[in-house]
């Protein structure tokens, strides 16, 4: 598509200012099960997002058909959009920050230099490491996928911006069966650089894993003393970080609305969202609005900052934008993590009385309620008795309030984790949570 | 949208090696969504989706490709490089492209397209209004609009061609309660595949917004569940969720093929209560999970899944049929272009039983009332699931007593299934969105009021 002619066709049907955001993607998965190639994926897509100011008010349209006919129809949907909007919050388009952060390692050529084929012998010979493992593994799914984003922006304000980012991963679902009982592990790595897809490791956190939990069964109800591992505070986490949300705050749906400067969790919490680190597709120095990304502790010592911000929202509380204004999402974290503090997961084990080790939540789409904070989800994991672990405990319940659970951390280990939406954690030491089991 | 002869000669070029199994998939979608918050407009977006998938295949395994591009030179392109993945000579397949014809059999009647955003926008208002004068509690309401229209083309290397045009529309609504301790959010979302008309000759949209609220409200003067095991009754409509999740999933051919199924080669066995009969079917008139046909093609059916107790069918795309040695069940779906298809539900349910919901009730000398279930997950290979109650309430000497918060269902689908001691007779369905291996797709869930006799219930209020 010409954008210029989309950019005059624009301004001579009465669009003030306009705003392009045009994304190129490529993306390439394979996956694996049995020896055989079960999954194999190649695509190129492209999407453009259009944004325009008409009589005050900020249309949008998408589209995917990008041939020059269809400039007209992008120009009346913008113009349409608009006039159908009552809010009256002010809108404008960005003419862009001074300086935008040069960042490093967040596009990393060995991901093409390495062949499929070289991809596809890895994924086989991970399938092939796991299943050597232990013998109650019977069945293993393994996966690879890459993929790069090359994002331009442009503005009717003059502001022109692009960056190309990439990231691969790997990873393997595994189903262990003793006989009598069936569990199944996830395990992976994410990285843009192909050379951090370490085979041998891989595969023994995903044995390890898959086993461990086998003749789990549920455990008497009570308070324990929880010790979240790194995978389950991430995905606990993952479901509240709407309440750092300007515009969940602004909607009056974030419980840490007016908490500006409160405690609002242990010393030991500290809340970071980093759009500078490496090897992350969230990484950038500018977000989709095109304002320069800012590295921030939203929670510094368990006392809270401040939040993130889109122009929107950051507008109408008179600041400046932290540059979390993303397409689809309104106002989205980049890398956002529960910072690492120096305790060692073995220590933390070790100084267990009696309690349990939580290594996976499942549900927290619908049994966390990030406007109310509580949740109330299904678990498995260890007990802990006297610094031991004891048996795999599974089909249990815990439920609490994550607050009071973020003002509960007694240690945050070392091991910081991150999950596929780049949110991350530690594993985190809980004064107690309520079980919920036999 | 492409030429029969470009998508015939597509489909040739991907032959061109070992391959014997060829599917191109073309999908031009239009859709509009509109927001409404703090009793005003936020935003209303058009977006127009176009793509092609290219699928290649021999005996079970196969490969995908997708692009937006319509140029005869990247498809070609597209079908070569997938085509290496089955080295060797040409199976010599022949077919040629014959459209089969047999209308829409989900005729709607006010296209989207005719409407104008006033108009939609005025719905959103309409919801607005009657959830907040449900209650002065109602201290919040966020609805969303969305309709679309996805026509799509799917050819393949038997011979295969069909055109097939989906409309859709929903209304969602969450009416947010708060007092000065808590906020509870009430949630409703009627859809089908229907146009405009769907407003005003199937649902009442102020009846719709009010149950939001009522949930909402409901659920603000509730108390904390307590945590134990014990009956519980699961109304219909979404409550059929727990059957959808639980074990619909578990009979998709995605998790049987491998053996990863619990219900794996369980085919003419005893699975369920004799009282619970199992049914998936896309034909269901206008219904949010129909279509003509499925996502590859075949026209679209009724699946009887468990009769009596006894598994009679699963669900059955084309390569996992080659892979099961079992027919197709034309459950073949996806989301849009950027998935290639796999077995999927449409519209599933747990078949109406005999007593009423009033005799379930008054049978249950002490138990948990699910009367609105909330999502949930299940892992398929331990059949472990788990869903959250939005809207519950005790039952204490066979009457509905006080009402709980917070509870969330814990269990495992096949022993859930064997533990259903009454099926009522008040079959009703809800809409959801289901995601899995090919995406995010409108499915159907339902069910009469049904008792299971046990279940872990997890909730805050302390054990039982």
């Given at each position: 598509?010409?954008?210029?002619?989309?950019?005059?066709?624009?301004?001579?049907?009465?669009?003030?200012?306009?705003q392009?955001y045009?994304?190129?993607?490529?993306?390439?998965?394979?996956?694996?099960?049995?020896?055989?190639?079960?999954?194999?994926?190649?695509?190129?897509?492209?999407?453009?997002s259009?944004k325009?100011i008409?009589?005050?008010k900020m249309g949008t349209?998408t589209?995917?058909?990008?041939?020059?006919?269809?400039?007209?129809?992008?120009?009346?949907?913008?113009?349409?959009s608009a006039?159908a909007i009552e809010s009256e919050d002010e809108v404008f388009i960005y003419?862009?920050?001074?300086?935008?952060?040069?960042?490093?390692?967040?596009?990393?050529?060995?991901?093409?230099?390495?062949?499929?084929?070289?991809?596809?012998?890895?994924?086989?010979?991970?399938?092939?490491?796991?299943?050597?493992?232990?013998?109650?593994?019977?069945?293993?799914?393994?996966?690879?996928?890459?993929?790069?984003?090359?994002?331009?922006?442009?503005?009717?304000?003059?502001?022109?911006?692009?960056?190309?980012?990439?990231?691969?991963?790997?990873?393997?679902?595994?189903?262990?069966?003793?006989?009598?009982?069936?569990?199944?592990?996830?395990?992976?790595?994410?990285?843009?650089?192909?050379?951090?897809?370490?085979?041998?490791?891989?595969?023994?956190?995903?044995?390890?894993?898959?086993?461990?939990?086998?003749?789990?069964?549920?455990?008497?109800?009570?308070?324990?003393?929880?010790?979240?591992?790194?995978?389950?505070?991430?995905?606990?986490l993952a479901p509240h970080v709407s309440m750092f949300s300007a515009e969940s705050v602004q909607k009056n749906v974030s419980l840490l609305k007016g908490k500006v400067?409160e405690?609002v969790?242990?010393?030991?919490?500290?809340i970071v969202d980093?759009p500078?680190?490496?090897?992350?597709?969230r990484?950038g120095?500018f977000d989709d609005e095109g304002v320069a990304t800012t590295?921030k502790e939203l929670v510094?010592?368990?006392?809270l900052t401040g939040f993130m911000h889109n122009l929107k929202t950051a507008k109408k509380d008179g600041i400046k934008s932290t540059g979390n204004g993303f397409i689809g999402g309104g106002i989205s974290p980049t890398n956002l993590?529960?910072?690492?503090?120096?305790?060692?997961?073995?220590?933390?084990?070790?100084?267990?009385?009696?309690?349990?080790?939580?290594?996976?939540?499942?549900?927290?789409h619908?049994?966390a309620n990030p406007i109310s904070g509580?949740?109330?989800?299904?678990?498995?994991?260890?007990?802990?008795?006297?610094?031991?672990?004891?048996?795999?405990?599974?089909?249990?319940?815990?439920?609490?309030?994550y607050l009071?659970?973020?003002?509960?951390?007694?240690?945050?280990?070392?091991?910081?984790?991150?999950?596929?939406g780049y949110i991350?954690?530690?594993?985190?030491?809980?004064?107690?949570?309520?079980?919920?089991?036999? | 949208?492409?030429?029969?002869?470009?998508?015939?000669?597509?489909?040739?070029?991907?032959?061109?090696?070992?391959?014997?199994?060829?599917?191109?998939?073309?999908?031009?979608?239009?859709?509009?969504d509109a927001t409404l918050l703090s009793s005003k407009i936020q935003g209303v977006n058009?977006?127009?989706?176009?793509?092609?998938?290219?699928?290649?295949?021999?005996?079970?395994?196969?490969?995908?490709?997708?692009?937006?591009?319509?140029?005869?030179?990247?498809?070609?392109?597209?079908?070569?490089?997938?085509?290496?993945?089955?080295?060797?000579?040409?199976?010599?397949?022949?077919?040629?492209?014959?459209?089969?014809?047999?209308?829409?059999?989900?005729?709607?009647?006010?296209?989207?397209?005719?409407?104008?955003?006033?108009?939609?926008?005025?719905?959103l208002?309409?919801?607005d209004?009657?959830?907040?004068?449900?209650?002065?509690?109602i201290n919040q309401v966020q609805s969303r609009y969305q309709?679309?229209?996805?026509?799509?083309?799917?050819?393949?290397?038997?011979?295969?061609?069909?055109?097939?045009?989906?409309?859709?529309?929903?209304?969602a609504i969450a009416a947010i309660?708060a007092?000065?301790?808590?906020k509870?959010t009430?949630f409703?979302?009627?859809?089908?595949?229907?146009?405009?008309?769907?407003?005003?000759?199937?649902?009442?949209?102020?009846?719709?917004?009010?149950?939001?609220?009522?949930?909402?409200?409901?659920?603000?003067?509730?108390?904390?569940?307590?945590?134990?095991?014990?009956?519980?009754?699961?109304?219909?409509?979404?409550?059929?969720?727990?059957?959808?999740?639980?074990?619909?999933?578990?009979?998709?051919?995605?998790?049987?093929?491998?053996?990863?199924?619990?219900?794996?080669?369980?085919?003419?066995?005893?699975?369920?209560?004799?009282?619970?009969?199992?049914?998936?079917?896309?034909?269901?008139?206008?219904?949010?999970?129909?279509?003509?046909?499925?996502?590859?093609?075949?026209?679209?059916?009724?699946?009887?899944?468990?009769?009596?107790?006894?598994?009679?069918?699963?669900?059955?795309?084309?390569?996992?049929?080659?892979?099961?040695?079992?027919?197709?069940?034309?459950?073949?779906?996806?989301?849009?272009?950027?998935?290639?298809?796999?077995?999927?539900?449409?519209?599933?349910?747990?078949?109406?039983?005999?007593?009423?919901?009033?005799?379930?009730?008054?049978?249950?000398?002490?138990?948990?009332?699910?009367?609105?279930?909330?999502?949930?997950?299940?892992?398929?290979?331990?059949?472990?699931?788990?869903?959250?109650?939005?809207?519950?309430?005790?039952?204490?000497?066979?009457?509905?007593?006080?009402?709980?918060?917070?509870?969330?269902?814990?269990?495992?689908?096949?022993?859930?299934?064997?533990?259903?001691?009454?099926?009522?007779?008040?079959?009703?369905?809800?809409?959801?969105?289901?995601?899995?291996?090919?995406?995010?797709?409108?499915?159907?869930?339902?069910?009469?009021?049904?008792?299971?006799?046990?279940?872990?219930?997890?909730?805050?209020?302390?054990?039982?």
């Open positions: 598509m010409n954008f210029d002619k989309l950019f005059k066709v624009a301004s001579s049907k009465g669009i003030e200012d306009l392009i045009f994304i190129d993607s490529n993306e390439f998965e394979i996956g694996v099960f049995k020896n055989e190639l079960e999954n194999y994926t190649i695509a190129n897509t492209q999407k453009l259009v325009g008409y009589k005050g349209v589209t995917e058909v990008l041939t020059d006919d269809v400039i007209d129809f992008l120009v009346d949907s913008v113009i349409a006039i003419e862009g920050d001074k300086e935008y952060k040069k960042i490093e390692g967040i596009y990393n050529e060995s991901l093409n230099n390495v062949t499929a084929k070289q991809k596809i012998a890895d994924t086989y010979k991970l399938e092939e490491l796991i299943k050597s493992k232990d013998e109650r593994i019977k069945m293993v799914q393994v996966f690879y996928g890459d993929g790069s984003n090359h994002v331009r922006i442009r503005n009717s304000k003059g502001l022109n911006l692009e960056k190309l980012v990439n990231d691969g991963m790997m990873g393997a679902q595994v189903v262990a069966n003793d006989g009598n009982d069936q569990r199944s592990a996830f395990e992976y790595t994410r990285s843009n650089d192909y050379s951090d897809f370490d085979l041998e490791s891989l595969a023994t956190l995903a044995a390890e894993k898959a086993v461990a939990l086998l003749g789990a069964t549920p455990c008497e109800s009570g308070e324990y003393e929880i010790l979240l591992t790194k995978e389950a505070s991430s995905s606990l400067g405690v969790g242990s010393s030991k919490i500290s980093d500078f680190m490496k090897k992350s597709v990484s120095s590295y510094k010592d368990g006392v993590y529960i910072k690492p503090g120096i305790f060692k997961y073995d220590e933390a084990v070790k100084s267990m009385k009696k309690g349990i080790i939580i290594t996976d939540l499942a549900g927290t619908s049994g509580d949740f109330s989800l299904q678990a498995s994991g260890f007990l802990v008795e006297n610094g031991k672990i004891g048996r795999p405990v599974a089909l249990i319940t815990v439920a609490g309030n009071d659970l973020l003002k509960d951390v007694t240690q945050v280990c070392d091991d910081l984790k991150f999950n596929f991350g954690s530690p594993s985190l030491l809980i004064k107690s949570l309520m079980v919920s089991g036999l | 949208m492409l030429e029969k002869t470009l998508i015939e000669k597509v489909l040739r070029e991907a032959l061109t090696t070992n391959a014997d199994f060829a599917e191109v998939f073309i999908e031009d979608k239009f859709q509009t058009n977006s127009k989706e176009f793509g092609i998938g290219v699928r290649v295949g021999k005996g079970y395994q196969s490969v995908y490709g997708y692009t937006n591009s319509p140029l005869e030179k990247d498809l070609l392109k597209l079908a070569a490089d997938l085509a290496q993945s089955f080295p060797g000579e040409p199976v010599g397949i022949e077919f040629s492209l014959e459209e089969m014809k047999v209308g829409n059999l989900h005729p709607v009647k006010i296209l989207p397209s005719k409407v104008s955003i006033e108009d939609k926008d005025n719905l208002r309409r919801a209004k009657a959830a907040r004068e449900y209650s002065e509690e309709d679309y229209v996805q026509k799509v083309w799917i050819a393949n290397s038997e011979g295969t061609y069909v055109q097939d045009t989906r409309v859709r529309t929903r209304l309660a007092n000065d301790e808590t509870q009430g409703n979302g009627p859809g089908g595949h229907y146009g405009f008309e769907f407003y005003s000759d199937i649902i009442n949209v102020e009846d719709s917004a009010k149950e939001a609220s009522r949930i909402a409200v409901a659920m603000l003067h509730a108390d904390e569940c307590p945590s134990g095991k014990m009956p519980v009754v699961i109304d219909n409509e979404f409550g059929g969720v727990i059957f959808h999740e639980a074990c619909g999933h578990s009979l998709e051919a995605t998790s049987v093929a491998k053996g990863a199924s619990v219900f794996t080669g369980k085919k003419g066995e005893l699975i369920a209560n004799p009282l619970v009969s199992a049914v998936d079917d896309g034909t269901i008139p206008n219904a949010w999970g129909s279509a003509t046909y499925d996502d590859e093609g075949n026209l679209q059916k009724k699946r009887q899944l468990i009769k009596d107790g006894i598994l009679t069918s699963y669900m059955i795309d084309k390569l996992n049929a080659i892979r099961m040695n079992d027919e197709p069940t034309h459950s073949g779906r996806r989301e849009s272009y950027r998935y290639a298809p796999t077995s999927r539900m449409t519209n599933t349910y747990i078949d109406n039983g005999e007593s009423t919901f009033d005799e379930i009730i008054e049978s249950t000398k002490f138990g948990l009332y699910a009367k609105k279930m909330g999502g949930g997950s299940v892992n398929p290979i331990t059949g472990d699931f788990n869903f959250s109650v939005s809207e519950g309430y005790m039952i204490r000497d066979g009457k509905i007593a006080e009402a709980v918060k917070g509870a969330t269902l814990v269990g495992t689908g096949a022993e859930t299934l064997l533990k259903v001691d009454m099926v009522g007779n008040n079959l009703a369905t809800a809409q959801g969105m289901c995601g899995s291996l090919s995406g995010s797709i409108p499915t159907d869930v339902g069910q009469p009021t049904i008792r299971v006799s046990e279940i872990t219930v997890g909730g805050r209020g302390g054990t039982i």
